[in-house]
């Protein structure tokens, strides 16, 4: 093995670079081994909606930990601003999600029950109320829950902060390195196998390869394990905030930054590694869009683009020890990755270090969709 390190993770997403920046400032030797650079996939192209309770139903066994990774953004914030400079766009200015007529008010209302009964923050609010809120919204638009406590953050941004803040606490990237196989020897892992031949040394490995974790050779996985399901999204822009919040439409959602922009997303398909934005989808998001607010068909069309959420058809994400000693897994984040980060990073920084999770893990990497280990050498 040519050099090493403590740690080798592999992927610098939003898992990796929050994983290494963790695991840089506990003291570990990390190394963050990327394909492409740092963020260059999903977690550049997500929305960004830190949406614990919006779209959560009831006994949804991912909500515990996307209520405490909630929990983290404010402190996790800070952090990174005082750390780099970098403002993450971390706002909790709460999430709506609206109705347009009495059945799909009935609807929402009755997939939110249990989150009453426990005890969670979540306002109904009443027509009028709602448009002195939100003025821009269609006037036919005639009820909303409010979730208070849910945000958003702006992930190029928060990409940005965490490679600045892993590298400034000594984590080492390496942009370009294509991480082909995991090597083991004994049931345990020895290191990594790059493209070239090459190899670096670890006997811990990180697997937070999002979309592609299951191209690695030599992980102990089931190809179906993580699978891509591409999300597409628009971005509009207005001369004036068109929405103070994030809102949930039956069709779409639409996420106001500060600048004027407004991101419309998504699609959810299971088309492979294909990567086209859709005339069809951008066609969908546009009119569900401008039907929440008549006022964007004057909005100028900025970008578009596609990427890839890593989907786990468990329904929660792959996060903990595998089958083979010494690869821990952060995968399979789908739709709320960005969400997840900041307690899949501790998770992952007291695996690697031996140390007892913040939550229990146990059934978030279960043995299911595991296969044995294959020695590659
Ligand atoms: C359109 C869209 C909207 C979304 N909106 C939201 C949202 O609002 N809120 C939210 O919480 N989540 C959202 N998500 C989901 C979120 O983006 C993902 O769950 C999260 O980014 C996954 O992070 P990751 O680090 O696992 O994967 P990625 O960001 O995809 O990173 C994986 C990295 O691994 C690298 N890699 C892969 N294979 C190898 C290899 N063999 N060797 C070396 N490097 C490799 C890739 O190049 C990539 O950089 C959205 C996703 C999409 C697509």
């Not at 803040?165 to 090597?183: D, I, L, N």
């Not at 083991?184 to 811990?204: I, P």
């Not at 597409?232 to 929405?243: D, N």
Request: a neutral charge; hydrophobic letters at 45%.
């Amino acid at each position: 093995m040519q050099d090493g390190a403590d740690v080798v993770i592999v992927g610098g997403g939003v898992m990796g670079c929050a994983s290494a920046l963790e695991l840089a400032k506990a003291g570990a030797k990390v190394i963050v081994l990327e394909r492409s650079v740092p963020g260059a996939e999903a977690s550049s192209a997500a929305a960004g909606i830190l949406g614990a309770q919006v779209e959560t139903a009831e006994g949804d066994s991912g909500f515990e930990l996307a209520r405490q990774s909630r929990a983290r953004y404010p402190g996790w914030s800070e952090q990174l601003k005082s750390a780099t400079g970098i403002d993450i766009g971390y706002r909790l200015t709460g999430i709506l999600r609206v109705a347009f007529d009495e059945e799909a008010k009935a609807h929402i209302v009755r997939e939110i029950a249990w989150q009453q009964k426990a005890g969670l923050s979540v306002e109904t609010i009443e027509q009028g109320k709602l448009h002195a809120l939100e003025p821009k919204l269609d006037p036919k638009t005639m009820f909303a829950l409010l979730f208070p406590d849910d945000g958003q953050v702006d992930p190029p941004r928060l990409l940005r902060a965490l490679y600045i803040a892993a590298s400034q606490a000594g984590a080492v990237f390496r942009s370009g390195a294509y991480v082909r196989a995991v090597a083991a020897e004994a049931g345990a892992v020895r290191g990594v196998v790059l493209e070239d031949g090459s190899r670096v040394a670890a006997d811990r490995i990180v697997l937070a390869a999002g979309s592609w974790s299951t191209l690695v050779e030599g992980i102990p996985l089931e190809p179906a394990a993580v699978r891509p399901a591409r999300g597409q999204m628009v971005e509009l822009e207005t001369r004036e905030p068109a929405l103070k919040r994030v809102v949930f439409g039956p069709r779409c959602y639409l996420v106001p930054r500060e600048d004027g922009r407004i991101l419309v997303g998504s699609t959810l398909e299971f088309v492979g590694y294909r990567r086209e934005v859709t005339a069809g989808a951008i066609r969908d998001l546009l009119a569900a869009a401008i039907e929440l607010v008549p006022s964007l068909s004057d909005a100028m069309l900025g970008r578009t683009w596609s990427n890839f959420r890593p989907y786990s058809d468990r329904g929660k994400p792959l996060i903990g020890a595998s089958e083979l000693h010494g690869l821990i897994l952060a995968t399979g984040h789908h739709r709320n990755g960005i969400l997840l980060a900041p307690i899949t990073a501790e998770i992952v920084c007291a695996l690697v270090r031996g140390e007892k999770p913040p939550v229990d893990v146990a059934t978030y990497a279960t043995s299911s969709h595991m296969k044995k280990a294959e020695k590659v050498s």
